[in-house]
């Protein structure tokens, strides 16, 4: 048996064993059955959970397959090499496996569901209706259809961008079981749900990676170095991103510190932590020791603790598996609508206080402007550390664009935004309308550019070339164009409220996330179009500029209209279910929402127009210093003024003259 046959045997046995000791401590592998209730059996009840153990690991074996090609090993001018395609292969295999076990996850949860034993579920129809209208049906259906498309697409994959395409696409596949579990029901289910969507992608980075690095260990090892040393940068990024969320996690879960000791949930959860702190002193080891010792060709420390702590991470994932099957203790909340929907009850009538003091913790966005702060900041640091400057007013703009977005999505803004249209409206034109223009004007392309070192081997992809590839693509040429970014910017809005995707994205917190996601994401890319200052693949004239802003700017005021005008409420069983009893009818509420649309549109006009002139002046001053420099260096060549025209016309005086003079 080959050695990475025996890693596998190791890693499932490991997990297998962990998962059996997780659901028996937990009680998961002794229910209390009542007799005359149904009861799925014993074969379910085993099988479940070791399907699920499967569907996870094929997930993220697949993962840390695409990982290595994309990211890892060294590419050639964007096509992957000779090992890096056999792991794409491989990755079309393990996706195979991938979808099976969502398929046996799908049919053995069906039978716990209803009680039955598999043998009757199989016979049913009753397959169908789970696949296609429960969310937990649906969410490991589209673990089939999403598992079935890598391995058909990672069969022809042979450059960098598909194979971190495939990447992208496995991450997401992740995401749906993990979202319609304990989260989904959990009283601060905003929070739980981020939480775990961030807890399983960073968790599917750091232990796929580091089992496919073993693995390519075990084979050629060509360029272990190099992936070693790429995987430990991120590793330390994954480790803080799973202690993270996983702190969050366990705040929306848990009532109280006691928990964690007194409930076989909370056990459980301690042996998770104890083995993520193992962990995170195995990777420091790795960083301090094994790393330099492998790019010193000496390999065998670094596989040694690799081994183990592959070890440690398959037991994980049995742990976490029956955590999964376990149920968390009950937490009591307000018997109450607007808290099961909201995670807190509706606040007090809204004043200028309460939008300063009641601040509402969204971990999503909270991540998200942590990282737009820390990496422009790093950006600037390294600059500055190289002797270059970088502009003030820059930097300015990208932190008070970020400060504005915390503001918009931390504090009583965000509170009150899905109880009060009004308020949601304001936010939705802060993010589309002002916290783009402002984070626009920082050029962060730019400074990302000019930061970042190219990578170390010719014809390698690392961050920097990664960003020009993505500037320069087709998806890129085709958005940024001012035609589509435009209509995006426009038609997406009345798309929104207009339609039955407004109540949706409500009812969700994903939903909410997404639309929030969109305004910020599609003001960006219009507004790069206008004022951008990073390169981009078109470039408008500044009059083009000047008048597709005064073209487009008018439709939100039809739209701030068209609300003002409406007599029946958008997402009205939304609202109704809030039972919001102060404060003014939600007819009346969106009448103001719509008043805020139609006037707010004149304060990003205002910056944009400002912005635009001052960047129109700078261009004209530029071309002017050129013309000057030119004609600089023309007179000195030929003694006249250095202007061309001015010069000919002198010459035809002088001509004139010595005419005359003649005559």
Request: glycine fraction near 10%; proline fraction near 5%.
């Amino acid at each position: 048996m080959s050695r990475t046959a025996r890693l596998a045997v190791a890693a499932i046995c490991a997990a297998a064993v962990a998962l059996m000791i997780g659901m028996v401590a937990g009680g998961a592998a002794t229910p209390r059955i009542i007799p005359g209730l149904p009861d799925e059996g014993t074969l379910t009840r085993w099988m479940l959970p070791l399907s699920k153990l499967a569907m996870d690991g094929a997930g993220l074996l697949t993962v840390g397959l695409l990982l290595m090609s994309a990211a890892f090993l060294p590419s050639d001018k964007g096509l992957l090499g000779k090992p890096a395609q056999d792991y794409v292969k491989a990755a079309s295999w393990s996706a195979c496996v991938w979808a099976a076990a969502a398929a046996s996850t799908l049919v053995f949860s069906l039978s716990e569901t209803l009680g039955m034993p598999v043998g009757d579920v199989l016979g049913g129809n009753e397959l169908t209706s789970y696949a296609s209208q429960v969310p937990q049906g649906i969410a490991l259906t589209l673990v089939v259809l999403f598992a079935v498309a890598v391995a058909l697409f990672a069969r022809g994959a042979i450059t960098v961008g598909s194979a971190a395409g495939l990447l992208v696409f496995a991450l997401a596949t992740l995401l749906p079981p993990a979202l319609t579990g304990h989260s989904s029901s959990s009283p601060n289910h905003g929070l739980a749900t981020t939480s775990v969507a961030f807890h399983v992608l960073f968790l599917a980075l750091w232990v796929g990676g580091l089992g496919m690095l073993c693995v390519h260990s075990f084979r050629d090892g060509t360029r272990l170095d190099v992936a070693a040393s790429r995987f430990s940068r991120m590793a330390l990024w994954c480790f803080v991103g799973v202690g993270v969320s996983g702190v969050a996690s366990v705040l929306a879960r848990l009532a109280s510190v006691e928990a964690l000791f007194t409930t076989p949930y909370g056990l459980l959860l301690v042996a998770k932590m104890a083995a993520f702190v193992a962990l995170g002193v195995i990777g420091w080891w790795h960083r301090r020791r094994t790393v330099p010792a492998l790019t010193a060709g000496q390999p065998g420390s670094f596989l040694r603790l690799a081994l183990g702590e592959i070890l440690l991470m398959a037991a994980t994932t049995g742990v976490a598996v029956a955590l999964a099957r376990t149920a968390p203790p009950e937490i009591k909340g307000p018997i109450d609508r607007a808290y099961e929907l909201l995670g807190y009850i509706v606040p007090p009538p809204i004043s200028l206080g309460n939008l300063v003091t009641l601040w509402w913790f969204d971990l999503f966005f909270a991540v998200v402007a942590a990282a737009l702060a820390g990496l422009y900041a790093a950006g600037v640091v390294r600059l500055a550390r190289r002797g270059d400057s970088w502009p003030h007013g820059r930097t300015a703009s990208w932190f008070l664009g970020v400060v504005i977005l915390v503001l918009a999505t931390q504090s009583g803004i965000a509170k009150y935004a899905p109880v009060l249209f009004s308020v949601h409206m304001a936010e939705h034109m802060v993010l589309a309308m002002l916290v783009p223009i402002l984070l626009v004007l920082g050029a962060p392309v730019t400074l990302a550019l000019r930061a970042l070192k190219p990578a170390v081997r010719r014809g390698d992809r690392g961050p920097r070339e990664w960003i020009t590839v993505i500037l320069h693509s087709r998806y890129v040429k085709f958005v940024a164009h001012p035609a589509i970014a435009t209509a995006i910017f426009i038609v997406s809005t009345y798309a929104l409220y207009f339609t039955p995707l407004f109540a949706s994205a409500m009812q969700e917190h994903l939903g909410h996330i997404a639309m929030t996601v969109h305004f910020l994401v599609s003001g960006c890319l219009f507004f790069w179009v206008i004022i951008g200052v990073d390169p981009g693949p078109h470039r408008l004239p500044h009059v083009g500029r000047l008048l597709l802003l005064f073209i487009t700017m008018p439709f939100h005021a039809f739209f701030g209209i068209a609300l003002m005008s409406m007599g029946t409420v958008l997402a009205a069983d939304w609202y109704n279910q809030l039972g919001r009893t102060w404060g003014a009818s939600s007819v009346s509420d969106q009448q103001t929402g719509g008043a805020i649309a139609w006037g707010f549109g004149e304060i990003p006009t205002l910056i944009v127009v400002i912005a635009l002139a001052i960047q129109w002046w700078r261009a004209d001053d530029r071309v002017a210093r050129r013309a000057d420099r030119r004609a600089d260096e023309r007179a000195a060549k030929t003694g006249g003024t250095g202007d061309a025209e001015l010069d000919a016309y002198n010459d035809y005086l002088a001509k004139l003259h010595k005419r005359d003079t003649a005559q």
